[in-house]
């Protein structure tokens, strides 16, 4: 069952507790949309849990219920990191019930959580990541030349084909209480064709926003929903940097480069006004009925890049890994990279100099005489 059947199946007391919870992770804890579902759908699944062990309240939460959900959901083959988010979300959940004395006492404190798996995250070569920028920008070849080599263009005003689904509305997903950056109106759902109107006005659109969704990712580093969230007001072109939202609401700055001024500034010139509507306000990227461009777009325009220039499966992730390693691979302080990334905590950004030294290594063992 989905998780919206799930909450309405649930005693009144565990819906009202479910809602509230989720109002204080965005509205108190300032969590991203992304966590707050996340962290609601798996409380709505605990407590689906505990109440097909009997419980009909928050109040009989134990660690027995804790750990038989957790345990029922990894026989259903659940991966590690999965597991560890529900338990973080489990923690987090009968934390705030017993500070706010919906419960007498707090059994995630004695919760553990499944250590998770990190493997070595995907990376392109630089070769490969340039060859990617280029097949983006070959796409947009129609009016997606840089402003220093365009003469004049103009994008006509047709209609573009559209063959989409969905319509632009507030309630677009399953989304739980609080959402992003104004992310609630208007969101492109993904489940259109977004290049349907290719060679018109719309479609040509289209191309020069991939590019320039292409080149910010990888030039900056960040994550597939600070991206989504990005507003107009939030990119200085005078001091090239991106004001960028993170995790937990933590606000930081980031550099890019000229490539990706250039690509922004086709975007907002040419293409942002051709699909703009009225839900567009202020976000900066437009999905192709003018409302916020969403995360499930962002990576198929990956995805079709890395195909078009004839390179595996690259997903918007795989971009972000990219710019942290090249980034080292040139000499840049971990430090450095670990606030350009928005990580709180060091050990996170470590697993990049592993990627680099697992390259050095392959490089040595291929070349070197006496490997």
Known sequence: ????????????????????????????????????????????????????EGRTSVAELDIGVLRGWLAARMGAGAARASQARRAAAARTFTGWAHRTGRA????GAQLASPRAHRPLPTVLRADQAAHLMTAST?????????????????????????????????????????????????????????????????GDALAIRDRAVLELLYASGVRVSELCDLNRADVDYVRQVVRVFGKGAKERTVPFGLPARRALDDW??????????????????????????????????????????????????????????????GGADLRAVQELLGHSSLSSTQIYTHVSTERLRAAFNQAHPRA
């Open 138 to 202: 070959e796409k947009a070849a129609p009016i997606g030349q840089t402003t220093a080599t365009k003469t004049t263009a103009t994008i006509g005003k047709a209609a573009a084909t559209e063959t989409a689904t969905t319509t632009d509305a507030a309630a677009g997903t399953d989304a739980a209480p609080g959402t992003g950056r104004g992310r609630s109106m208007g969101a492109e759902t993904g489940e259109h064709a977004e290049h349907a109107g290719e060679g018109s006005a719309a």
């Open 1 to 52: 069952m989905r998780t919206r059947e799930l909450h309405e199946a649930l005693p009144a007391a565990l819906r009202q507790a479910v809602d509230d919870f989720g109002h204080h992770l965005a509205g108190v804890d300032g969590r991203s949309a992304h966590t707050v579902r996340a962290y609601v759908g798996d409380v709505v699944s605990m407590l689906d849990h505990a109440v097909r």
């Open 104 to 107: 007498p006492h707090d059994p």
């Open 268 to 329: 907002l010139r040419l293409g942002r006004p051709e699909l703009a509507g009225r839900y567009s306000r202020d976000a900066l990227f437009l999905g192709v009925k003018g409302g916020r461009l969403q995360a499930t777009v962002v990576r198929r325009i990956v995805a079709r890049a890395a195909q078009a220039a004839g390179l595996p499966h690259t997903s918007p992730h795989d971009l972000r890994h990219s710019a942290a390693t090249h980034l080292l691979d």
